[in-house]
Structures are given as C-alpha cells and as structure tokens.
C-alpha cells in the first residue's frame, strides 16, 4: 500500500514537472515569436524612413483619427508600445550612433519605436535674406525699397491736361489749335497763349520798364487784318511805339489768369511754380514726357513720393527763378525741364553713394556727363530756357542730398551726414532767398552777369543780341 501511495505521487509529481516543461517550452516559443515581430517592425520602419537630400520635410496635414489615414498611421504601432516612445536622443547620443538624415533631424538607427512628432517635424521660422541687386548691391528694407510713383504718374496726368487745355484755349483765342503765323515747330500754342494760361512772364510778376503797366498792348485774341484766317498778332506784347491792329489791351488783358490786387504792380508770383507744368508744344511735351516717365520714375521708386515731389519742385521752381533772373525780360518761359535737371542731378548723387558697389562706376559716370552735356547744348538753340536748366541741375544737386537717402555704416558717418545736410539746406535756403530778391529788385541781366548770356545762347550771328534784344 505505501508503495502504491508512492508511486502515485511520482506520478503526480512528473506530471507537474511535464506541464512545467510545456509552459517553459511556450513561454519560451512566445518570447522568440515576439522579438521576431519586433524586428520585423524596425526593419519595416526603416524601410519605411526617407532619407531626403537638401530639400524641407512636407508639412504633415491636421490630424484626424476618423481618416483613414489617421488609422493607418496609428496602426504603424502596436497600442501597447505607442506609451513607450523613446524621446529624441542628445547630440552626443547622435554623435556616437550613426545616424540617417531625414531632412530636418537625424535619427538613430537603433531607435527601436517610430515617432511622428520626429518623422514630421515643425519647419524652421524663416529668416529674411538681403535681395541681391543687379549690381550686387544689398537691398534692404530700410534703404532700397520700390515705392509706387505715385508724384511722377499725378504729374504726368497734370501736364497732358495743360497740353490739352493750351491747345483749347490757343483756338478760343487766335481760331487756330495750334500757331501758325510764325509756324510754331514743337506744334503748340502762341506765346501769347502760354502767356495767358500761366508761362512765366516777368511783366507779370513785378514792374519792369520794359513793359510797365501804364503801357498799351496788342491784345492776345487780335488777329491780322488782310489775311485769310486767323492767325497770332504778335510773340509778345509790344509797346506803344508799334502800330496796334484793333483796340489796344493793358498789362493786365495780356497776363489774364488773376487780377493785380494793386492795378499798377504785376504780382503773379506762382508763376514759377504753374509754368512747370505747361510745354510749348506736342514735341516739347513727349520729350520731357520720355525722361520723366523712365528717368523721374525710377528715381521716385527709389526714393519714395514725398522726397522725391520735394526735390522735383525745388528744382523746378528755381530753374524759373534763375531764368528769370539772367534771361530776357520779354522771354516766356515753360516746361519741366528744370525739375528733370534735378533728377539727373539725383543720378550723380545715387552713382558716388554706390560707387564701391557698382558695376563700371566710370563707365556710368561718363554716360550722365554725356547726358548732361548734350541736355545743356541743346539748351543753347533759340526758343529754350538754358537758364532754367542750370538752375534745375543746381538746386537738385542741393536738395538731392538733403533728402536722397544715402547708406551709412558707423554712427560717425551719419553724424557727419547730417551736419552735411544742415549746412545744404542753409546753402539751399540762402540760394531761394538770394535770387528771389534779386528777381524782384529788377535788375538788368547784362549788369548782373554780362558774359552769363552765352549759358543760353550761341555767339553766331548776333543770336546772343538777338536773344536780348
């Protein structure tokens, strides 16, 4: 009986021990099946990881766990294994694994989990890099940014309006659009007309003795007996030792536009600033128009609207008061020449700023001296304002450097610019107020400047006397 109790306890106890070898043999078979899974995973994940070249990782897209590409993604990870996602490893961690670059980050290859907050990582803030120019000059925000020419388009619009309303009004007075007695060769108005829509006119701005105002005159809106037609009496208003054709005009009936608030002293003071905007002519219009469209436009995108209107009229009011200083008293003046001076004085100022920085400086310096001198000879023909370009040059170059905006590197340099500058727009002050009284003292051109004349004329064949006559 105590044998049989024994071996049935034998029994039992190798029955344990065999159900204790199965479960060791299954939990054993278990732990091999899932470090194969587990290797599968990291080579799948591997194969799944993109290594990009220099290119920026995609944006990833929002999140949506109802997608089906929600689920997909987090089906790439087992539930039980997403908790345990190792964070990024420290750069000596990725110093010593060798890591793969994905565009962004480098990642080990003995991660074993795969993260998606690594996979799709933020891009970087962007960074503002200077906008090389043609010449390799640095564009920064600051110093060289395109702003809309405004001035030069406003202009532009106001001058064609007084090129149409000169025609307009040529035809109200002399029955012709344009002059044809003598033939006016820019195809314009009369000089009378010009006159009376606002030319600068001495006579009409302070007393003169040639022309006073108790004087008579032929009236703007005569026209020539004896011919078929209508057609201009007369270039200027003459005195009273010329025979008048129909009734005679005063000083006042020649000007027009506004009455002399004292009948006996012309006052149209803004004339310096309206003749600005007239031209003689179809001709003399598309010329100013070509330089002011090109030339004036891209020096306003440059500089901006209000520093570029202020030097443009600076230059241009002054080109009238010089001329109106040193040229004939009886010469009516128009045009925008003198503003456009002014531009091609802000050239120069723009080319020795940027001279260290540009392409062929003396290649480009030689074409403005070519340009300025051509404009300047071309001054010199009869019917041109030589007078008002150097004047327009003069004061561009001034007021060009107050308000042209001029780079500095050091505190010290912009010290020095502004002490440049104070002591301009003194000197520009001083030149306004200086030719204004001047112009108003009445003074006789050849008594100021006798050899001045030949700015504004050619000695052939007395056409300086001519000039002056």
Same mark, same amino acid.
């Given at each position: 009986?105590?044998e049989?109790?024994?071996?049935?306890?034998?029994?039992?106890?190798s029955?344990?021990a065999?159900?204790?070898?199965?479960?060791?043999? +299954?939990?054993?078979?278990e732990g091999?099946?899932?470090? %194969?899974?587990?290797?599968?995973?990291? +080579?799948?994940q591997?194969q799944?990881?993109?290594? *990009?070249?220099?290119?920026? !990782?995609p944006?990833?897209? !929002?999140?949506?766990?109802?997608?089906?590409?929600?689920?997909?993604r987090?089906?790439l990870v087992?539930?039980e294994?997403?908790?345990n996602?190792?964070?990024?490893?420290?750069?000596?961690?990725q110093q010593?694994q060798?890591?793969y670059?994905n565009?962004?980050?480098?990642?080990?290859?003995q991660?074993?989990?795969?993260n998606?907050?690594?996979?799709?990582?933020?891009?970087p803030?962007h960074?503002?890099?200077?906008v090389m120019?043609g010449n390799?000059k640095?564009e920064?925000?600051?110093y060289?940014?395109?702003?809309?020419?405004?001035?030069?388009?406003l202009?532009? !619009?106001?001058?064609?309006?007084?090129?149409?309303?000169?025609?307009?009004k040529?035809?109200? @007075?002399?029955g012709?659009? $344009?002059?044809m007695?003598?033939?006016?060769?820019?195809?314009?108005?009369?000089?009378?007309?010009l006159?009376?829509?606002?030319a600068?006119f001495?006579?009409?701005m302070?007393e003169?003795?040639h022309?006073?105002?108790?004087?008579?005159y &032929?009236?703007?809106n005569?026209?020539?007996?004896? &011919?078929?037609?209508a057609?201009?009496?007369?270039?200027?208003p003459?005195?009273?030792n010329?025979?008048l @054709?129909?009734?005679?005009?005063?000083l006042?009936?020649?000007?027009?536009?506004?009455? #002399?608030?004292?009948?006996?002293?012309p006052?149209?003071?803004?004339?310096f600033l309206?003749?600005?905007?007239?031209?003689?002519?179809?001709?003399?219009?598309? #010329?100013?128009?070509f330089v002011?469209?090109?030339?004036?436009?891209?020096?306003e995108?440059?500089?901006?609207?209000i520093?570029?209107?202020i030097?443009w009229?600076?230059?241009?009011?002054?080109g009238?008061?010089?001329g109106?200083?040193?040229?004939?008293?009886?010469n009516?003046s128009v045009g925008?020449s003198? %503003?456009?001076?002014? @531009?091609? %004085?802000l050239?120069?100022?723009?080319?020795?700023? +940027?001279?260290?920085?540009?392409?062929n400086?003396?290649?480009?310096?030689?074409?403005?001296?070519?340009?300025?001198? *051509?404009?300047?000879v071309?001054?010199?023909l009869?019917g041109?304002?030589?007078?008002?370009?150097i004047?327009?040059?003069v004061?561009?170059?001034?007021?060009?450097?107050?308000f042209?905006?001029?780079?500095?590197a050091?505190?010290?340099?912009?010290?020095?610019?502004?002490v440049?500058?104070l $002591?301009?727009?003194?000197g520009?002050?001083?030149m #306004?107020y200086?030719m204004?009284? @001047?112009?108003?003292?009445? +003074?006789?051109?050849q008594? $100021? =400047?006798?050899? =001045?004349?030949?700015? %504004? =004329?050619l000695?052939?064949?007395?056409?300086?006397?001519a000039?002056?006559a």
């Open positions: 009986m105590l049989n109790i024994l071996s049935k306890t034998n029994d039992n106890h029955s344990q065999n159900l204790l070898n199965s479960q060791h043999q +299954q939990s054993g078979s091999i099946n899932t470090s %194969a899974m587990r290797e599968e995973q990291e +080579q799948q591997q799944r990881s993109v290594q *990009f070249s220099d290119a920026p !990782a944006t990833p897209p !929002a999140h949506d766990a109802s997608s089906p590409a929600s689920q997909s987090d089906n087992p539930q294994t997403s908790r996602m190792s964070p990024m490893p420290s750069p000596q961690q010593q060798q890591p670059y565009g962004y980050q480098s990642y080990s290859a991660q074993p989990y795969y998606y907050n690594n996979y799709y990582p933020t891009p803030p960074q503002a890099v200077p120019m390799g640095p920064h925000f600051w060289r940014r395109s702003w809309p020419a405004v001035w030069t388009y202009t532009g !619009a106001a001058m064609l309006g007084m090129l149409v309303y000169e025609l307009v040529n035809h109200q @007075v002399t012709n659009v $344009i002059e007695s003598p033939f006016n060769i820019m195809i314009g108005p009369s000089s009378d007309t006159i009376l829509v606002g600068r001495v006579p009409c302070h003169t003795t022309f006073p105002t108790s004087g008579t &032929q009236c703007p005569m026209t020539d007996y004896g &011919q078929t037609g057609t201009a009496p007369t270039l200027t003459v005195q009273t010329t025979t @054709v129909g009734p005679p005009c005063t006042q009936d020649v000007c027009g536009i506004s009455t #002399f608030e004292d009948p006996d002293v006052d149209q003071w803004y004339r309206t003749a600005i905007f007239l031209h003689s002519g179809v001709i003399h219009w598309l #010329f100013n128009m002011h469209m090109s030339l004036g436009a891209s020096m995108r440059f500089m901006n609207p520093r570029y209107a030097v009229l600076a230059s241009g009011a002054f009238f008061i010089f109106g200083v040193f040229a004939p008293v009886g009516a925008c003198g %503003a456009l001076f002014g @531009v091609v %004085a050239l120069f100022i723009d080319l020795f700023t +940027q001279w260290r920085t540009t392409l400086p003396w290649w480009e310096f030689t074409k403005l001296i070519f340009l300025m001198l *051509f404009s300047f071309f001054g010199l009869p041109l304002d030589n007078f008002a370009h004047g327009g040059f004061a561009g170059l001034f007021s060009g450097v107050i042209f905006p001029i780079p500095t050091t505190r010290t340099s912009k010290v020095c610019l502004w440049v500058r $002591i301009l727009l003194g520009l002050v001083g #306004f200086g204004i009284d @001047v112009f108003y003292s009445g +003074q006789d051109p008594e $100021i =400047c006798p050899w =001045c004349k030949y700015l %504004a =004329c000695p052939i064949a007395d056409m300086c006397e000039y002056y």
